[in-house]
């Protein structure tokens, strides 16, 4: 009766097998993680037993009539075509039947069980596995079967019952010792897995899968080490069980990627791309594997072997051509970019029928690098051969907005939109944000603060992504213009708080403190009211008490900065200490409480010039010059051109009894910030004057001779 169902179940399978298809690569997260692994590689094992690739074992049973195996035979198949539809409810109910008719086969539970758990009915499916164990009481499948359903089933503590028991009943066996080792592994048991694996090994040294496994979890305690010496020998006694694994099954190629990330653990490169190489030739249609290996390729500089290797992958996967020279172009390092150009160059010259996306890289790649002249050859070419493509067209109107033809900008952006009706292109960031920026500049601000509007209701990155670009190397719009957008945007979302923000920062930027503080404030009401946004934050706080401190109101801009502290990353949190120490210093108070607050911003960052200007001015307020130019010179050696420090080393000189030096350094100050209306009046006020201490005149008696 087996080999009737064996029949059929393997029509079923090669039948559902040729309905696979390679999904996309993309957003695929590669986790290097060791207990990633093993959960995966356990739960691997879980659903293979399930599915009944395991071998049951064969025992003697009562044989079933003609017409009662026919009518279990029917239940079957109409089960595995039920399975096939989709319909579940119908593929478990013929399951069952047949099982009723044959309860003795044991080939019928795994199936019946996996649509039990798929339907979610986990009791069933429990139920099933101790029917199944009842009939074949033992025997090592069913136990093991019952325990990987009670791991899916989250029932941890009767899966680690029986997970024993299989290894107790059964010690000779591999498999029931692998089983414990793998669930032990999967519940943070590690050492308990080595145990079983390490006697296991000491019994049969020539299973693949016990030395994999075992070498993996050595590696995976090289990470509580804490020493270097013992960490590299833990993972090299790993490495040392992977590789004599695969000596005796080199033909798996989930293996050699495990050795690869081993080796990586030890930074050796060399073995990490061999390993991966091997993983790729033994199994070429792995896109997972296929990336890695190009992630070391790209890494390496190896641009001519990735770039082949782009080649081979279309065809061994049979994916999208586009999608890898898409993922190429993201992941080189720009200085590379140009290699990739000139592969797509010569790509498109050889091939009449390059993929209008090969034309939208390059000239995009071109774009990146500046080179404006050869992306306007490139798309200006493409665009005779793909007319109607309305990705090129964005690029081409991106092209302009770089050229600064910005009516033709906009131009090409009206004609996608009214040409593509519909598509919601504010769901698509660089459109909308190109399209934005042609608007601008053709004085179209308020069509442009309409679809920041649209967009940004969609996806409030798109907000986000337009404050990027208008603080990158190549700003499209001025700070005045994005202010004006962003006025307009408030009005046509007066309860949404990232406006208020956005505003905040930039009006600060523009020293105009008074609008900044109110949209502040604005913001700090929206947010606390629950709004939906993540800046309410401690880098808010410290920019928002900065703004006070500029307008004035030095005890609220305290209790900001406070909240700075307490909610602020590192950074933010050193410079909070910083500005309330140095706002504290100026003020001539809470000196104790400066010095203690800029010492724990020098433990985060010891090197800071501003830190220690600060430091050395609370020395100068205390009145121990001599600690305060010490620490006032330690911030001009970081920071040449900030004419605070000049001023304030002048400060201590004179404070020091040396006016001579004191005017030395204030002419240095005045000399880099010529403009410092405020700075000029500050040295002009001092006790003494330039003319106090002229310079030597140059006589000839102190003029050295000259060869």
């Not at 198949?77 to 047949?98: C, I, M, N």
């Not at 503590?157 to 692998?178: G, H, N, V």
């Not at 990470?223 to 005796?248: M, N, P, W, Y």
């Not at 307009?488 to 923000?501: G, K």
Request: glycine share 4%.
């Amino acid at each position: 009766m087996s080999d009737l169902w064996n029949t059929e179940r393997s029509r079923y399978l090669q039948y559902s097998m040729n309905r696979v298809s390679v999904d996309s690569f993309k957003g695929v997260v590669v986790d290097t993680s060791r207990k990633a692994w093993i959960r995966r590689v356990f739960q691997l094992g879980v659903l293979l037993c399930i599915a009944g690739c395991t071998s049951p074992t064969p025992d003697l049973k009562p044989q079933l009539s003609v017409n009662d195996q026919a009518e279990a035979l029917a239940h079957f198949s109409f089960a595995l075509l039920s399975e096939t539809s989709g319909t579940l409810d119908a593929a478990l109910d013929h399951f069952l039947k047949a099982i009723q008719i044959d309860p003795g086969e044991e080939e019928l539970y795994p199936p019946a069980i996996a649509s039990a758990l798929r339907l979610k009915r986990s009791e069933q499916a429990l139920d099933l596995c101790r029917e199944l164990q009842k009939k074949k009481p033992n025997t090592l499948y069913p136990i093991l079967l019952h325990a990987q359903v009670c791991v899916l089933t989250d029932h941890p503590k009767e899966a680690d019952i029986l997970f024993r028991k299989a290894a107790q009943d059964f010690p000779q066996t591999p498999e029931s010792q692998l089983a414990l080792a793998r669930f032990l592994a999967a519940q943070n048991k590690s050492e308990e897995a080595i145990t079983v694996l390490e006697r296991m090994a000491a019994q049969d040294n020539g299973n693949s899968e016990i030395l994999n496994l075992l070498g993996t979890l050595y590696i995976e305690r090289a990470r509580d080490l804490k020493d270097d010496a013992k960490i590299r020998t833990a993972v090299l006694k790993g490495i040392t069980l992977l590789e004599q694994a695969l000596d005796l099954a080199p033909d798996n190629p989930r293996q050699w990627q495990q050795l690869g990330y081993a080796y990586l653990a030890i930074q050796d490169f060399e073995k990490v791309k061999k390993a991966f190489e091997k993983a790729y030739a033994l199994d070429p249609g792995d896109v997972l594997i296929a990336r890695q290996l190009l992630d070391i390729y790209i890494q390496e500089g190896k641009i001519e072997a990735a770039l082949a290797m782009c080649d081979e992958l279309i065809r061994q996967t049979r994916t999208d051509p586009e999608l890898w020279t898409q993922y190429l172009s993201e992941k080189l390092p720009k200085d590379k970019r140009s290699e990739l150009a000139s592969y797509l160059q010569n790509y498109i010259t050889d091939h009449s029928d390059a993929p209008v996306l090969y034309h939208i890289q390059l000239g995009s790649i071109y774009l990146d690098l500046n080179r404006i002249e050869e992306a306007e050859n490139v798309l200006s070419a493409a665009a005779a051969a793909y007319p109607e493509d309305k990705r090129l067209q964005t690029i081409t109107g991106y092209l302009r907005v770089r050229q600064e033809r910005y009516e033709e900008a906009y131009t090409v952006f009206s004609d996608v939109l009214q040409n593509t009706p519909d598509v919601d292109w504010t769901h698509a960031p660089f459109f909308t944000l190109s399209l934005i920026t042609a608007a601008q500049k053709t004085g179209r601000t308020e069509e442009a603060a309409n679809v920041l509007d649209l967009a940004s209701k969609n996806d409030l990155a798109v907000l986000a992504g337009y404050m990027q670009m208008l603080f990158s190397d190549r700003p499209p719009v001025s700070t005045q213009e994005a202010i004006a957008l962003l006025k307009q945007l408030q009005q046509l979302q007066p309860d949404t708080a990232e406006p208020f923000y956005y505003l905040t920062i930039l009006q600060a930027d523009q020293k105009n403190y008074d609008d900044a503080l109110l949209n502040a404030r604005q913001f700090e009401t929206l947010a606390s009211n629950g709004g939906p946004t993540n800046l309410l934050n401690g880098f808010f706080y410290y920019q928002y008490a900065i703004i006070l401190e500029r307008t004035g109101q030095l005890e609220e801009a305290e209790t900001q900065f406070r909240k700075a502290i307490d909610q602020g990353t590192p950074t933010t949190v050193a410079s909070a200490q910083n500005y309330i120490a140095y706002m504290w210093a100026e003020r001539g108070e809470k000196l104790d409480m400066g010095l203690e607050l800029v010492q724990q911003a020098l433990n985060i960052d010891p090197d800071n010039a501003a830190f220690i200007d600060t430091l050395g001015w609370i020395y100068y307020m205390k009145g121990d010059y001599a600690k305060a130019l010490a620490q006032l010179k330690k911030a001009s050696e970081q920071i040449h051109d900030d004419p605070v420090i000049w001023e304030h080393i002048g400060d201590t000189y004179l404070k020091l009894g040396d006016p001579c030096a004191a005017i030395k350094h204030w002419k240095k100050a005045v000399d880099l910030s010529p403009e410092d209306t405020q700075l000029i009046e500050r040295i002009e006020q001092k006790s003494v004057k330039p003319d106090d201490c002229p310079e030597p005149a140059d006589t000839p008696a102190d003029t050295p001779n000259h060869p």
